[in-house]
């Protein structure tokens, strides 16, 4: 069973930065990663993705703010979050998937980010 542990969420300013962290165990496989945000009262959002192979996507939202990026061969990804907006308040989840399929099959608890004005 593949588990997923989220860090590094916390309170921001606007304009201001921060990186989340996703780490994937129980698995030999190299995974297709994701992070989604659910704010308040909305749907839950694919933020940015990254394939086995490192291919990478990102909302329309976040492009140019937001990185997604693996530490080498490991199932670590990071969420790199700058010029932060209130908009992007939410819980950020860690989301993966063994290839083929998409990075929705196994879910992080979330971590709260939230951006002040």
């Known amino acids: 069973q593949v588990r997923l542990v989220e860090s590094g969420g916390g309170l921001v300013q606007a304009g201001g930065s921060l990186r989340l962290s996703c780490t994937a165990s129980g698995t030999i496989f190299r995974l297709n990663m994701a992070w989604y945000r659910q704010a308040p009262g909305k749907q839950r959002e694919l933020v940015a993705d990254?394939?086995?192979?490192?291919?990478?996507g990102y909302a329309d939202s976040v492009k140019g703010r937001f990185t997604i990026s693996r530490d080498g061969a490991k199932n670590l990804v990071y969420l790199q979050m700058n010029s932060l907006k209130p908009e992007d308040t939410a819980v950020y989840y860690c989301?993966?998937?063994?290839?083929?399929?998409?990075?929705?099959?196994?879910w992080g608890q979330g971590t709260q980010v939230t951006v002040s004005s």
């Open positions: 989301a993966a998937g063994i290839p083929p399929t998409m990075a929705n099959n196994y």
């Open positions: 990254i394939t086995a192979g490192d291919v990478t």
